[in-house]
């Protein structure tokens, strides 16, 4: 079942659409033409007692003040680009410098903060949104004349899936990811230190002090990156450890093991004991930023006024190795005129 509401009104005028979308499991979830934001979704617990497990604002102003990325898809090329600088066939770009002198998510004016298109669908897979936007060339000062989609797709077996599809007609680089803050006890629940990680990885890519890769990886073993066992994410978060200290926690990508490009693979999961709900985090891109909400600080309220205070909600940002355009090295995000992008990531809700 899907429902269109109008969300509310820009700053600029423009109308901004919401599309709820409900299983035959009672499952649900909400997305705006801001942003492409997943604004809610609803999952139920052992006790089949619903809630919301993502973090999230009740108007389009707090998003159009938000600085924390709530739920949105980033772009043009998520995480950072060191010096907020890269060279591509033999031309420098340069960047908006909105990170210590890098580039975040994108630039000042990311995907973030546009309003997209959009239309429902219903298919043999379930029902959803498509979101859609084209992103000039020289926009946020990167090449070409880029056109992006994003779909969300509810299945019947409580599986939220994002693909994203996109062209551009030169040459570019292109690094989309969401960026929803989960906390399955319900986003005004407080911290999630409790919840279990598990991640199908056994190598991060090594940070310096500014969050920019160095190039190398770092074994997980015998380190607090480690998470081939479940672990809850408060145990090691402040552990005295270098990698630690730069992200002020977890803010880290993590390399996808068995990564091969079109391949889907089972990477993560997420799981709150008290409520027995589980997620679990399906990818075909070869890394994933674990963000443990470090720089959350409740300035603007969420929904129902909930305060999102530090780690109150953790992220899963599928997406290629930061800065992996200055790293040779690193798989290529480089995306070809003419050539398709696409990619597709998937939360599946378990209790
Ligand atoms: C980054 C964090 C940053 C956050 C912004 C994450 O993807 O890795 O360092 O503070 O986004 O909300």
């Keep these: 079942m899907i429902k269109q509401t109008i969300f509310g009104t820009t700053k600029d005028g423009k109308e901004v659409k919401e599309y709820t979308v409900e299983n035959a499991n009672g499952m649900s979830f909400s997305a705006i033409e801001f942003g492409a934001v997943i604004r809610k979704v609803f999952t139920k617990d052992k006790n089949g007692e619903i809630a919301d497990v993502v973090l999230g604002f009740d108007s389009v102003q707090d998003y159009e003040n938000d600085d924390t990325y709530l739920g949105a898809v980033v772009g043009r090329y998520a995480n950072r680009i060191g010096n907020a600088t890269f060279t591509l066939n033999g031309v420098e770009y340069k960047l908006d410098k909105n990170d210590n002198g890098n580039t975040l998510h994108g630039g000042i004016d990311g995907y973030d903060k ?125 552990a005295d450890y270098y990698q630690i200290k730069f992200g002020a926690g977890y803010d880290h990508n993590w390399v996808i093991k068995g990564y091969e490009k079109g391949k889907m693979n089972f990477i993560a999961t997420l799981r709150d004991k008290a409520s027995g709900r589980k997620m679990e985090v399906y990818t075909d891109l070869p890394g994933v930023q674990v963000y443990s909400g470090n720089f959350l600080k409740a300035r603007i309220p969420g929904k129902n006024q909930a305060k999102y205070t530090r780690r109150t909600g953790v992220c899963f940002e599928t997406q290629y190795y930061p800065d992996s355009i200055n790293k040779p090295e690193f798989p290529s995000p480089i995306l070809k005129a003419g050539e398709e992008y696409k990619t597709t990531t998937i939360y599946k809700f378990i209790v």
């Design 114 to 238: 546009r309003v997209w298109a959009s239309e429902s669908f219903a298919d043999e897979k379930g029902e959803g949104v498509k979101f859609m936007l084209v992103s000039e060339d020289g926009d946020q000062s990167y090449p070409g004349k880029l056109e992006i989609a994003v779909k969300y797709t509810l299945t019947n077996d409580n599986e939220l899936i994002l693909e994203y599809t996109g062209m551009s007609d030169k040459d570019t680089i292109c690094n989309l990811t969401n960026h929803s803050y989960f906390n399955l006890a319900g986003h005004d629940s407080g911290d999630v230190l409790n919840q279990l990680i598990w991640l199908n990885s056994d190598f991060i890519t090594e940070a310096d002090e500014q969050s920019i890769t160095t190039g190398k990886l770092i074994d997980v073993k015998g380190t607090p990156m480690d998470f081939t066992t479940e672990t809850a994410i408060g145990d090691r978060i402040d």
